[in-house]
């Protein structure tokens, strides 16, 4: 079965730099999520999309922004990157708003 | 957390034993969830449990919520090295659009 594919695996970038993760949800899920991991940490929720629309935001920082696209994909921009930034970024996709979430395996970034 | 604590926050039994692991939250819930997660991996989806639920049972999984106290419980029976991991669980709230909001996690050792 398909399931929630993100790219880059793992990504470098230095402080101030800019960083693009690109997600595309499992088809006929109508709802994508982000969420932040830090090493030892709970995921923390970033954001969400119902139907291509934000329909949620959490503990996202004013330098991150996101978006989904009309074939559902969606991407979160980070800029201005900072060491503090370094962590695992998931996204994940429900078939409908309170279901179980399907992660993805997750984009590891590391800033340097 | 931006939920709750889980308790304890690491556990180490021997293959065959059983494992309890212990949420609690804060406020007022839809359902609650529990995950598992393997060390940098997505996470996976386990069981749920709706809020007018007192237990739910899954193979080997057995989940409690008692919203009197804000607090459920997740049983691994039987328990396997494959089940070494660590375990969330995340709650989702009835206006919130469906987002989870984690606990802590447990880390659990099963030595074979």
């Known amino acids: 079965a398909a399931g929630v594919i993100q790219s880059p695996r793992h990504l470098i970038k230095e402080k101030r730099e800019t960083a693009t993760l690109k997600c595309y949800p499992i088809?006929?899920?109508?709802?994508v999520y982000w969420y932040q991991q830090g090493p030892g940490q709970d995921p923390q929720f970033l954001i969400s999309?119902?139907?291509?629309?934000?329909?949620d935001k959490g503990s996202i920082p004013d330098r991150f922004s996101a978006q989904q696209f009309s074939d559902y994909h969606s991407e979160l921009n980070m800029s201005s990157l900072e060491l503090g930034d370094s962590a695992l970024y998931f996204c994940?996709?429900?078939?409908?708003?309170?279901?179980?979430?399907?992660f993805g395996n997750g984009t590891r970034l590391t800033v340097t | 957390s931006q939920q709750g604590e889980e308790d304890p926050q690491a556990l180490s039994i021997q293959e065959g034993e059983n494992a309890t692991m212990n949420c609690s939250y804060k406020?007022?819930?839809?359902?609650l969830q529990w995950y598992r997660q393997n060390s940098g991996r997505g996470l996976v989806h386990l069981i749920l449990?709706?809020?007018?639920?007192r237990e739910k049972h899954s193979g080997r999984l057995r989940v409690t919520l008692d919203t009197s106290k804000k607090s459920s419980s997740l049983l691994i029976t039987a328990s396997r090295a494959a089940d070494t991991a660590s375990y969330f669980c995340?709650?989702?709230?009835?206006?919130?659009?469906?987002?989870?909001?984690f606990g802590q996690g447990t880390e659990l050792s099963v030595k074979p």
């Open positions: 449990i709706r809020s007018n639920e």
């Open positions: 995340a709650t989702v709230k009835g206006n919130q659009g469906g987002k989870l909001i």
């Open positions: 994940a996709s429900s078939l409908t708003q309170g279901s179980p979430l399907h």
């Open positions: 406020t007022s819930i839809n359902n």
């Open positions: 088809p006929r899920h109508d709802t």
């Open positions: 999309f119902y139907e291509k629309m934000q329909s």
